[in-house]
């Protein structure tokens, strides 16, 4: 083999370069990524180099020599530092391999082809030495790709904090995550434990997520979709979320995480939809987000009802509240407490009279429907901390035979 190859070396040299210029072309117009990076004589080199090393690789291996493989993991670190993806230095290799071995075929045939059948013997010990070369190029890609993801994944981290804090500058920020600085964006804040693990939905609108100590909060750009749309991208999961309003600047994306974290707090952890609108629940997020007021509202308009036996407690507060839903209509509170009408206006004016609030009186009945929702609220709170805790394992999921 080496013999064959010194006999052809000045043609198959030429060769080689002609098949490096149409590598470098056909990767260009075929790769974005490689297009983006590199212009045509530095590719054209590279590729140049790598032909070359792969016939010396070939030679060397018919001496009993190792393969010198130290510009092939030169090359996979460069490429892991510059960001281009591994896949396109994968394919632009396997094109070369295949190019090479067309050049070595036509280069033994035009210096004498009925040498041919004396090249064959080499083809295995060529495709060894590319397998050797691409490999170390890609070992050493992912081993440079690791810190590297690391630091592009804590700068991603940073940037979206910077957002969702209002602690940096938001046009940068959001021009660094690729966001415009106006648009259509909104917060999601989830209950734990947070979102499974998904793929990306191509119809749904774009969700950078944050997970951090505090809870798993996702920047949503709705571009054209409608707010209503994260409900859908949500519901697979089955996990609690509130979403805030629509804002139109990436500046206002700190208020957005801070309603919509009230948003989720404004829903009851055991009834109502998993997924809940900031602007669907806005008497239920004033009184969350005012806990104290809160409570004092429960007492100065509520405290006779709440002093009741239980029962009695329970059903003026459910009369209440189904009278409040069916927007005042006795009739269709009557319906779903599947009780007569009168029962219902009989419980009304018992509750208006220990209440000393009017039902006919717009801002009796705004008193009252507020109350409530602190009422509801601090029930389903205590509800959720009453809860028995899951003890802890100290050997993971499984336990210590897990």
């Keep these: 083999m080496e013999r064959i190859i010194e006999e052809i070396r000045e043609d198959l040299d030429r060769r080689i370069a002609v098949a490096a210029d149409r590598l470098a072309d056909r990767t260009l117009a075929e790769d974005p990524a490689y297009a983006a990076l590199l212009g045509r004589t530095e590719l054209r080199e590279r590729i140049h180099r790598h032909l070359r090393q792969a016939v010396d690789g070939m030679v ?22 510059q960001g281009l993806p591994l896949a396109s230095l994968l394919r632009v290799r396997r094109h070369g391999g295949r190019l ?10 035009a210096h004498d082809r009925a040498a041919l059948p004396r090249l064959l013997p080499g083809a295995a010990a060529l495709w060894d030495v590319l397998e050797q070369m691409t490999d170390a190029a890609s070992d ?10 690391e630091r592009d994944r804590e700068l991603r981290a940073s940037l979206l904090d910077a957002l969702l804090d209002g602690t940096g ?13 106006r648009g ?32 798993e909060t996702g920047l949503v750009e709705l571009g054209h979709h409608p707010l209503e749309s994260v409900r859908e991208l949500l519901a697979p999961s089955g996990v609690r979320a509130g979403v805030s309003p629509v804002v139109a600047e990436a500046a206002d994306l700190a208020r957005a995480r801070r309603l919509a974290a009230l948003a989720l707090r404004a829903s009851p952890a055991s009834t109502g939809p998993l997924t809940v609108l900031l602007d669907e629940r806005l008497p239920a997020a004033l009184v969350a987000g005012q806990p104290e007021l809160a409570g004092r509202l429960r007492q100065v308009v509520l405290g006779p009802v709440l002093a009741l036996p239980p029962e009695d407690r329970r059903v003026l507060l459910t009369t209440l509240g189904t009278w409040l839903t069916c927007q005042g209509s006795t009739s269709y509170a009557a319906q779903r407490l599947y009780c007569h009408r009168n029962t219902v206006s009989n419980r009304l004016r018992r509750l208006e009279q220990l209440t000393g609030r009017s039902l006919s009186d717009p801002a009796h009945v705004v008193e009252l429907a507020l109350a409530h929702a602190a009422v509801v609220r ?25």
Aim: glycine residues 8%; positive net charge; without cysteine.
């Design 140 to 149: 050493a890609y992912r081993l440079a790709e690791s810190p590297r993801a």
């Design 60 to 81: 060397r291996e018919s001496r009993g020599l190792p393969v010198d493989l130290s510009e092939a993991r030169a090359t996979g670190t460069l490429r892991a530092e």
């Design 184 to 215: 259509r964006f909104a917060v999601i804040v989830l209950a734990p434990p947070g979102l499974p693990e998904a793929g990306p939905d191509p119809v749904a609108p774009r969700v950078l997520w944050r997970n951090r100590a505090d809870g």
């Design 169 to 181: 500058e938001a046009a940068e920020a959001a021009a660094r995550l690729g966001l415009p600085a």
């Design 100 to 109: 090479l071995w067309q050049t070595l075929t036509e280069a033994v045939a």
């Design 378 to 402: 601090h029930a389903s709170t205590e509800q959720v901390a009453s809860r028995p805790k899951p003890q802890e394992r100290p050997f993971g999921p499984k336990g210590p035979t897990g």
